[in-house]
């Protein structure tokens, strides 16, 4: 008899985590899917539309973490590059060789900034222009700083900006071409963070970059959670 229970609270329980992610599968295709481009066009989504005609191939400055990139020249030497993501286990591995690559060819930190201000900025010229994008979530997050001969910048990474069951993931680069002085370049990259920014997920993150190692996954998170409730 107590066999037979576990048994009927373990079948339900599978039904429910079965039928819990058939609806935010559907939740997600009817909401975001249609509406989002396939992955090789997805790098444009954090590149600003003024600079969109600047893209090029990416440059050699950085190994090929993603077959989804995108750079555009933004001008005085100021650049962005756009990586994609639509697996979390390829993001984690491009994320771990890009920042053991900065490690070796560079000095790496994290700073936190915030572009509050500089998003305000933003809204005010959107609504002029009759635009809008969302920006939920903390305007103040870590970043992970680069300085080296070549180039410096920031780097952030962008995850599941659109919705918590999507497979989403971005690392955008921010920087200066040639050797110069990170800190007097900061207020002008700040801006340049502001005008790209975009999150319509309140569950999504913005922060640096950071070894696999040192953070759990989405769905051991998500089954843990299920697993207390």
């Known amino acids: 008899m107590f066999y037979k229970k576990m048994n009927k609270k373990i079948a339900f ?13 559907i939740l997600d295709t009817i909401l975001i899917g249609p509406g989002l481009p396939p992955s090789e066009e997805m790098p444009r989504w954090y590149i600003p539309d003024t600079y969109k005609e600047n893209e090029q191939t990416c440059t050699l400055l950085f190994p090929k973490i993603s077959p989804y990139c995108n750079m555009v020249n933004i001008s005085d030497g100021k650049f962005m590059i ?35 201000t500089e998003l305000q900025e933003k809204i005010k010229r959107d609504k002029a222009n009759n635009t809008w994008g969302p920006t939920v979530g903390s305007h103040s997050f870590n970043a992970t700083g680069y300085e ?4 410096s910048g920031y780097f952030l990474v962008y995850e599941r900006p659109f919705l918590e069951t999507r497979e989403d ?31 319509s997920n309140e ?25 207390i409730f």
């Open 13 to 25: 329980l599978v039904f429910l985590i079965v039928a819990l992610v058939g609806i935010l599968f």
């Open 148 to 151: 080296s001969p070549e180039t």
């Open 203 to 227: 569950e999504g993150n913005v922060d640096g970059l950071e070894l696999s190692e040192n953070k759990p996954s989405f769905w051991f998170s998500f089954f843990l959670f299920l697993f």
């Open 169 to 199: 993931y971005f690392v955008a680069y921010y920087g200066i071409m040639g050797l110069t002085n990170l800190t007097e370049e900061t207020p002008e990259l700040k801006k340049l963070i502001a005008e790209s920014y975009y999150m």
């Open 82 to 116: 756009v990586w994609y993501f639509d697996d979390e286990s390829e993001f984690l591995k491009g994320e771990d060789a890009l920042y053991r690559y900065l490690e070796e060819n560079g000095s790496v930190f994290q700073q936190k900034l915030n572009i509050s």
